[in-house]
């Protein structure tokens, strides 16, 4: 049987200690060292080493090691040290990147203090340090304080606690000793247990502890999220895919042109290794015209400018609030179309809030309440309190009782100028849940008045006059019927309605006979209160649904608040489905996915149950963000595509297994991160159709070179050069093109969609094409001039130019002209002057690394001239297609 099952008094027996004396210094020594210490056993940090590896496990990446030790092992020791350079760029970035990321969010989580707690040890009260405390310490708690570890209620006054960092559940939640039979019994409605991590908000407390460290519900949790997720992003999937085709590919390619060449040589009786000082081919040759192949077909720049782009993209996303921990969810973000958010402190402020007032016989402006009993009631009949910071408030004490001190604030009374007026209570009486309400008398100038509040089915039944109009009247049946219509509508929006009802005695009562003294009391009024939404969330919420993203409130809260606030948001439709936990437990995996699209609110959540629904989600082809701020939903976000959690109000726990932090806890970040994301997105689109165009043409020039007996047109290293050094700048401008407007009006990118799509394949292939033709025109028939020895040299400097005007070209997508825009990327326009530049330095000047041989200034003109071509047959094309598409009916134009 569990501890809540069981009697407070068998509880003490079963852990051997004793209400009185406690345990002895020997035992709790004892205890420590069976149990351990009263704190979480950290996660292990992967190694720097580890991190390289991983990074090293990507398919170019390692076709790219491959090509390097073959190279070396031919004896061409710069291709290969240029081709390891190239790895080591691209592997550098992201683990320094990460490292630094790792740093920041170390800076923001604050350790959690190592508070003292009230402990009975030996017969006698001693403070304890939380990590000192072992399972059977019988401890004290009052109003403020942190529960330092799961125990069992012993005795309690007055206990509330604030659970909602645990279950979700913004309200308070009364605690008593009683066990409870209720086998099943979820720990949101175990009245008889506390839980490590949540507050005392009033009351105190003497409980037993239970559980301790990694044995409590939250180290349980905190034990769950050391597990490693091993599944990828939607892009590194798609990277992945398309990094093992041109792999493939290549790879084949590359076999395919070492046997033709070697049956040439054996055709031609010259099969040997290598023939030295020969004009003709050996062995050796065919392998590093292979290793030029893979080197042509691989685009080395790529893993370099995807880590760049990230890191670039990463710290202005967390200018924007967003703090990033991994460089790849920067992307991963913008490719969502499931938003998985819990409600406390996230849709909503996680705050209780009065919003509606009913007094004097109408409704009020909460802040327009001119009623003294009712405000002197909430001031009074209290035991909260309440501080004002920067027009924030801070809350001790009961959350109800707090936004009642606020509701008095925002009309101008200090709860504490009526409380220095009234002086001390002369009888109190707390609220228990058989009453239903609470009751503080005081003495006054007349005599005696008590003030009363509560449930309002039961203050109701213990009036018998109104004010209403300004006046104290009998309550007639009719006055009761305006109220319980008033309340209803009320409580069908999810408030929690609180009534408010005095009574003035001339001569003192007896205090101890409540139940005949809460009678004939004058009714007053009725207060609505929520937790409200955020101020930014409806707005978020509309453009998450422009987005075409769909947004479900996992939610540890009852199924009727969270149904209202998904009304408020609109995220309800006529077949949307709105399920407590229960609903779906009994679900095989296969129901629930069928029902998963129109559940838009799953009440009554435990991490269990959230960790299901995420799985589900990405089985179903959808990417899916988890936002949250408690513990429970830290397994949650760790198992999404993105795990967000808040900055501010989050728990330590939930930023740990979270993906991205929002430094402002504002869900509109969300939105703008989605933005962002889908910006990358685009970007990586871009800077792929200008480097697969690159490869494209090397690769097609390569083969057709080699079939059709010319010279190799361009060594290893000058690949390497084309594909790192002079695309990486262009490609890179390209990877931080600013987020366009129109992205958060597109539909999201499906998880299994191609990262390439028809629109630039189409480009690749044409653009790649009209190139590769060019290139062999100027092989073939020296179209531009020139002497024999510079033929070469033109072919590449013509392949490198070919490629800085395709930049422009992979700017926009579609059948957009790119003459409108062109000059709109200063720096890219700066960028690609700059690598032009460095081009005429290595054509003039590099000649004994790259060997090239210096051209005069008429032919590099003729080469400018030659290779802008480019950009017309780019544009000749849209012309073609935009005036096709003006012929289609409006119907088939997308």
């Known amino acids: 049987m569990e501890y809540f099952q069981k009697e407070a008094e068998d509880v003490i027996l079963e852990l051997k200690s004793n209400e009185e004396m406690g345990l002895t210094t020997s035992e709790a020594e004892a205890r420590t060292l069976r149990y351990g210490k009263n704190v979480f056993t950290p996660k292990e940090k992967g190694s720097i080493f580890a991190k390289i590896f991983d990074s090293l496990k990507e398919p170019l990446i390692i076709i790219l090691l491959i090509s390097g030790l073959i190279s070396l092992a031919m004896g061409h020791i710069p291709d290969g040290i240029g081709i390891f350079v190239a790895v080591l760029i691209a592997t550098s970035i992201a683990v320094i990147q990460e490292g630094k990321s790792d740093k920041a969010f170390e800076a923001l989580s604050k350790l959690s203090e190592d508070v003292q707690v009230k402990v009975i040890r030996e017969s006698k009260i001693a403070y304890l340090s939380q990590s000192d405390l072992t399972v059977g310490d019988i401890i004290h708690l009052e109003t403020g304080d942190k529960v330092p570890a799961d125990a069992r209620v012993i005795h309690s006054s007055n206990l509330g606690i604030d659970e909602s960092m645990l279950t979700g559940e913004a309200e308070g939640v009364s605690k008593q000793s009683g066990k409870i039979d209720r086998e099943d019994c979820p720990l949101a409605e175990r009245k008889n247990m506390l839980y490590s991590g949540t507050m005392v908000t009033e009351g105190r407390v003497i409980a037993i502890v239970t559980a301790i460290g990694d044995q409590t519900e939250m180290g349980k949790i905190a034990n769950e999220l050391k597990e490693e997720i091993t599944s990828e992003t939607p892009l590194q999937q798609k990277l992945a895919d398309l990094g093992k085709r041109i792999s493939i590919i290549g790879s084949i390619a590359a076999a395919g042109i070492f046997l033709f060449e070697l049956f040439t040589m054996y055709r031609q009786g010259i099969l040997v290794f290598d023939n030295i000082g020969a004009a003709l081919p050996g062995i050796k040759d065919a392998f590093v015209t292979s290793v030029a192949l893979i080197v042509a077909a691989v685009p080395e720049g790529l893993p370099t400018m995807v880590a760049i782009t990230l890191a670039f993209n990463m710290q202005k996303m967390a200018k924007n609030n967003a703090l990033v921990r991994k460089l790849i969810a920067c992307e991963t973000i913008g490719s969502v179309n499931v938003i998985c958010s819990d409600k406390t402190g996230t849709l909503t402020e996680n705050r209780m809030t009065v919003v509606d007032v009913w007094c004097d016989g109408k409704n009020v402006p909460v802040d327009k309440l001119h009623c003294d009993e009712m405000l002197q009631n909430f001031c009074v009949n209290s035991t909260a309190d309440i501080t004002k910071k920067d027009d924030k408030f801070e809350f001790l004490g009961n959350p109800t009782e707090c936004s009642l001190l606020v ?309 290893t290293l000058q690949l390497l050069w084309v594909n790192i050094i002079m695309d990486g700048p262009p490609a890179l401008t390209l990877g931080l093109e600013p987020p366009r407007e129109h992205l958060l009006e597109k539909q999201p990118i499906r998880r299994n969609a191609s990262i390439v799509t028809k629109d630039m394949l189409f480009k690749i292939i044409s653009n790649g094409l009209f190139i590769v033709t060019a290139l062999l025109m100027l092989m073939k028939t020296q179209i531009v001039g020139g002497t024999e020895a510079q033929q070469s040299t033109i072919v590449f400097t013509a392949f490198v130019l070919f490629q800085l005007w395709n930049a422009f070209n992979s700017r926009e997508f579609g059948v957009a002209s790119i003459f409108p825009n062109i000059y709109k990327n200063k720096l890219m326009v700066g960028v690609v002057f700059l690598t032009f530049l460095i081009q005429i330095l290595v054509t003039q000047f590099g000649g004994q690394v790259f060997k090239t041989v210096p051209l005069d200034i008429m032919l590099w003109l003729k080469i400018i001239g030659y290779t802008f071509s480019v950009v017309l047959f780019s544009e000749f094309l849209k012309l073609l297609m935009r005036g096709f598409r003006g012929m289609l009916p409006n119907s088939q134009k997308d």
């Not at 998904?566 to 936990?581: P, T």
Request: glycine fraction near 6%.
């Open 407 to 715: 509701c008095a604030d925002k009309n101008n009374i200090n709860y504490l100028h009526y409380r220095k007026e009234f002086g001390e209570p002369i009888s109190e009486f707390n609220f228990t849940s058989a009453r239903k309400m609470m009751s503080t008398a005081y003495q006054t100038e007349k005599g005696f008045r008590l003030y009363t509040k509560g449930s309002p089915e039961k203050v109701l039944t213990i009036c018998n006059r109104i004010l209403y109009n300004g006046s104290i009247v009998p309550m007639t049946q009719e006055h009761i019927d305006e109220i319980e219509a008033s309340i209803l509508s009320l409580q069908n929006n999810a408030r929690r309605v609180l009534a408010f009802a005095f009574n003035d005695f001339a001569q003192e009562p007896q205090w101890e006979d409540i139940y005949n003294i809460e009678k004939d009391l004058v009714f007053t009024g009725f207060i609505g209160i929520e937790d409200p939404l955020r101020s930014d969330v409806k707005q978020a919420i509309d453009q998450c649904r422009r987005a075409g993203i769909t947004v479900k409130i996992l939610t540890g809260d009852n199924i009727n608040t969270a149904r209202a606030i998904a009304k408020q948001l609109g995220i309800i439709k006529k077949d949307s489905l709105v399920l407590e936990v229960t609903d779906i437990e009994n679900m095989s995996d296969q129901e629930l996915k069928s029902k998963l699209p129109k559940i838009v609110v799953i009440a009554r959540s435990n991490p269990t149950a959230k960790m299901r629904v995420v799985k589900l989600l990405k089985e179903n082809n959808d990417s899916v963000v988890v936002t949250g701020d408690g513990i429970n939903d830290a397994p949650a976000l760790k198992a999404a595509d993105v795990g967000v959690a808040m900055g501010i109000a989050g728990t330590e726990v939930s930023k740990e297994a979270a993906d991205i932090v929002l430094l402002d806890d504002s869900f509109s970040t969300i939105v703008s991160a989605i933005k962002w994301g889908r910006g990358i997105y685009e970007n990586f689109q871009r800077f792929i159709q200008f480097q697969l165009t690159v490869n494209v043409v090397a690769f097609i020039t390569v083969i057709l070179a080699e079939l059709m007996g010319y010279k190799m047109p361009f060594t």
